[in-house]
């Protein structure tokens, strides 16, 4: 007679996503829950209140876009294979993000009749960005909604101008 060898998990089954990223207002949010012990597959169920625009998939995710602040709890279960099951009360965090701001060093000076690029960049707030200029910049020289300056200057001189930054909210 042949004799099969099946393997036997004796671990304990338990939840190891006990901690999750902080979110944003208006951001996307994606968590994948973590078990180990027990028998694979895993089935994952919640009790309670996630923010809302956030989701539950029984697979093991949480993910959408937040939309309020505040701190969610809920409890989640996992159940393996054999019927074996564990819990764990825990919570998500929905802040909101940092003060806008532009976060670009001065300008490089640009040569005439040569092309000239420079990315501004900016942080906190509601991503993406969107960029704008108040006063003149050199003939030849735009700035593009996405933050970059870019073109070939046409004449010498100084131009004084101020750049705006808005996100979305």
Known sequence: DAVKLVPVNNSELSITS???????PGQDYQVSLTA?????????????????????????????????????????????????????????SISPP??????SQALSDARVNENYQAQLTASGGYPPYTWGLIGTLPDGVNLNTAGV??????????????IQVSDQQ
């Open 18 to 24: 006990l901690i999750f990223p902080e979110g944003s």
């Open 36 to 92: 180990a012990g027990g028998q694979p597959p895993y089935l994952w169920s919640i009790a309670g209140i996630l923010p809302a625009g956030l989701t539950f998939d029984d697979s093991g995710s949480i993910a959408g876009t937040p939309q309020n602040e505040g701190t969610f709890n809920f409890t989640l279960t996992v159940i393996d294979q054999q019927a074996n099951q564990t819990s764990a009360a825990l919570s998500i």
């Open 98 to 103: 940092a003060p806008l701001l532009i976060s």
């Open 149 to 162: 300056l870019s073109g070939i200057p046409s004449q010498a001189g100084s131009w004084d101008f101020d």
